[in-house]
């Protein structure tokens, strides 16, 4: 005889055999419910039922016995419960197939009309970026099943076949996989689907950003926004809600500046709060199409600005040009591309690369040395073959801004521009250098710096936009750095402007060093002689003896800042071969190591 024990106490709900009657090993004999939990009792071996002792409502406790069984104890094996055979295709129980359907209602699958309308346009759904971005299978989608917060206003159907997601998906997925370990790869995604009530911000995605939001700065995940919408949804009525002016989301959102890297994508419309989350981002890529503002076309004119189409309102060319987009492409494929180029930046170096041909560098600064020329030919140059992405390329054209690689190690470069005021730094490219510094201070990432200029840009028009205020931005940004910085002057090395782009003053880089067209002074030579050399000048005769005069001064100021005086006097550190630029370069940046951690630096919006 075999006694049946209760496993805890708990009321006897319901007895599955009677005394007389035959069990199987494993068969359930009774259920009892404790907590409001059912729990069922099996026989753990085959035989006859002797005796039931409890009657069904009444309590026993744990070990009691509820039964007796006449019969042999049955090996684990036959105790176990029979298993369906391997070939019967398995059932798929009602929750779960409740759960699928209502999930297929989600997918572009379900609303044809409105993909094809996308479509049509030449654009792609928020699902169709997401899947292009994240690694196949690797996207996990957070809060998938919310709607619009419209219920008082339309039906739940109506609803669920509408307002898929609540217009926004947002989840986690690994991006470039296949080039860094998964602790690496994993970002944050946050997609506003146009297809949904224009892409506005609703209630419920408020809520989903917020969560994602709080997942990606607790778990320093770097955060792609797809941003396409017509920002704040009036017909969200369901919240006794006012104006919402109370919502985290964009004290969230700004919260990760510093902290993580955050790319916001924009095709199409992108106006009002999407394009205040947008701003936050520290770089934005956006097609040519697309349009970016603070307020659409409702907006203005209700605030009695006149009447726009949407297209009129901060088309992309201007936005490219005034600073406000940082990588402009042709389309959402392109930008997608871009997105996953930019995040590989601060996921890591990469093992494989190609090294560029350094003696090509020899060649870049002409003989000349009064001879403008392209100094991105540097930038190609030093880094790994195709590593190079700009930044801003339509703003602030007298610095060149770039991330890139060196024998696989991300960093940034700077680099001044000779095809624009000669390379003089003005209030815009001060500006451009100095986000960026602090964007790769924030981030990790090594700065190198190219520099030719003859200074900050001067004269009363410059004055005029501030210039005093915004060339200092450089000085203050590479005060703050914490990350190696290098200095390399390819030709013209003058004045504050040349320390602004030596993080401070020559001495202050890892290292600065120059190629053997590296020339030096307080000032441009040609200012330096006409101010220094005044009464001289004026006591020569005017015309051909005053002019010789002034060309023999230039030659010989030009002669004491020659780069190897400079170095002789240690006021830089060395004069090497433009070919060696990118093994002095790659030997620093093993030898070097970012300074302890200051307070979260912050990356400004401008």
Sequence with gaps: MTPVRSPLQAQVVQWLVAPGGAVAAGEVVVILEAMKMEHEVRSPVAGRVRECRFAEGETVGEKDVLLVVDGAAAAPSEAAPAVQPASAAPAIRP??????????????????????????????????????????????????????AQRSRRSEDDLVRNTPADGMVTGIGRINGALFPPELSQAAVLAYDATVLAGTQ?????????????????????????????????????????????????????????????????????????????????????????????????????????????EEIGPAAVQHGNGVIDVLVDDEAQAVEAARRYLSFFQGPLAAFTEPDATALRDVVPENRLRAYDSRAALRGLVDAGSLLELRTGFGAGIHTALARIGGRPIGLMANNPLHLGGAIDADAADKAARFMQLCNAHGLPLV???????????????????????????????????????????????????????????????????????????????????????????????????????????????????????????????????????????????????????APAVDSW
């Excluded at 999930?103 to 993909?115: G, K, Y």
């Excluded at 202050?508 to 307080?522: D, L, N």
């Design 202 to 310: 609703g209630f419920r995605n408020h809520q989903k950003t917020d969560r994602l939001l709080g997942v990606a700065l607790r778990n320093r995940l770097p955060v792609v926004l797809f941003a396409e919408g017509g920002g704040g949804r009036p017909g969200d009525v369901d919240m006794p809600i006012v104006a919402g002016l109370h919502v985290p989301t964009f004290a969230s959102f700004a919260r990760l500046n510093g902290q993580v890297p955050v790319v916001g994508v924009v095709a199409g419309r992108c106006f009002a709060g999407n394009a205040a989350l947008l701003g936050c981002c520290d770089a934005i890529i956006a097609t040519r199409g697309s349009n970016i503002g603070m307020g659409g076309p409702a907006m203005v004119e209700g605030g009695g600005l006149g009447v726009f189409r949407p």
């Design 449 to 599: 710096s190219l520099v030719d200029t003859p200074g900050f840009m001067v004269g009363p028009a410059i004055e005029e936009q501030a210039q005093v205020r915004h060339v200092s931005r450089m000085f203050i940004a590479a005060a703050h750095l914490r990350v190696p910085f290098f200095s390399v002057v390819l030709r013209k090395g003058y004045g504050l402007g040349a320390m602004a782009m030596a993080a401070g003053g020559f001495h202050a880089p890892e290292f600065t060093v120059a190629w053997p067209t590296g020339e030096f002074g307080g000032m441009g030579l040609e200012g330096a002689v006409r101010l220094g050399y005044r009464k001289e000048l004026d006591a020569a005769p005017e015309g051909p003896q005053r002019e010789q005069l002034y060309n023999e001064l230039v030659a010989r100021q030009y002669e004491r800042g020659q780069a190897m005086h400079m170095a002789a006097t240690l006021e830089i550190d060395a004069v090497i071969d433009p070919a060696q630029t990118r093994a002095w370069l790659s030997r620093g940046l093993h030898s070097s190591r970012p300074a302890p951690t200051l307070p």
């Design 95 to 148: 929750d779960l197939q409740r759960v699928r359907e209502r999930h297929a209602l989600t997918e572009d699958a379900a609303r044809p009309e409105a993909v094809a309308k996308r479509h049509a346009l030449g654009l792609r759904t928020a699902r169709e970026n997401i899947a292009d971005l994240c690694d196949p299978g690797s996207f996990s989608e957070y809060g998938a099943l919310a709607v619009a």
